[in-house]
């Protein structure tokens, strides 16, 4: 049974503050996703990785970087934190040579103030 | 980039009834349309997809048909229950080097007793 897991399901956090969401998952999946999800907008790739130390732009990665120094986990940074970052953050893994199925984790409710 | 749109963005039908949900696509190039289910404070979860070389796939109550030429595809619930209440996504994907998907912004169907 795939898992994945989120540091955190709730966290609050102050403007300019730097903030890291770990996500890890045990089934040794190559791509790894972060996307927030905001009411009406559904679920919107920030940041994607396929391999280790590998990281591309999904369609909203402003405000954002990640870091995958290790296959199972992906971290997701907010430099600066501000408050239009306040969402909804869900990161998924994925086999890369599968029929494409994303497995989410339980996601991780940020609030910045 | 791939463009999803989904409607509609609320449902009702009373129990027993079908449902019908849309979406359309972008990118001809599109080849994967998956359906994810998102049940209150849950993560979603993958519950039918189907690739481009299939016009219709059905699972027990749920189907999904996929038009390549009107770049449209389609979930379709039978005899809906109290427990099919909760928000829907669609998605497409492009061969690409993740497999990424684009979401369109969700349905939240509700059953009525």
């Known amino acids: 049974d795939v898992k994945v897991t989120q540091s955190s399901r709730y966290l609050v956090k102050r403007t300019g503050e730097k903030v890291f969401l770990e996500c890890v998952q045990d089934?040794?999946?190559?791509?790894m996703f972060w996307y927030r999800q905001d009411p009406g907008l559904g679920l919107r790739l920030i940041y994607f990785?396929?391999?280790?130390?590998?990281?591309e732009k999904g369609d909203i990665p402003e405000g954002y970087s990640v870091s995958r120094e290790k296959k199972e986990r992906f971290s997701l940074i907010l430099e600066s934190a501000s408050t239009n970052q306040t969402s909804m953050y869900l990161c998924a893994s994925s086999l890369q040579r599968e029929a494409y199925e994303q497995y989410f984790g339980p996601g991780t409710r940020l609030t910045v103030t | 980039g791939e463009n999803v749109e989904q409607h509609p963005s609320t449902l009702s039908v009373q129990e027993g009834d079908s449902a019908v949900i849309k979406c359309t696509y972008s990118?001809?190039?599109?080849?994967?349309f998956p359906w994810y289910k998102q049940e209150l404070g849950k993560r979603p979860q993958l519950i039918i997809d189907?690739?481009?070389?299939?016009g219709e796939k059905k699972d027990q109550r749920i189907a999904v048909t996929l038009n390549k030429t009107a770049k449209h595809f389609s979930l379709h619930i039978t005899e809906t229950q109290p427990e099919d209440s909760a928000v829907y996504f669609c998605?497409?994907?492009?061969?690409?080097?993740?497999?990424?998907?684009?979401f369109g912004s969700g349905t939240q169907l509700t059953v009525l007793p």
């Open positions: 998605a497409a994907s492009l061969t690409g080097s993740a497999r990424q998907l684009t």
């Open positions: 990785s396929y391999d280790v130390k590998m990281k």
């Open positions: 990118d001809s190039a599109s080849n994967y």
């Open positions: 189907i690739r481009s070389n299939v």
């Open positions: 089934m040794d999946h190559e791509n």
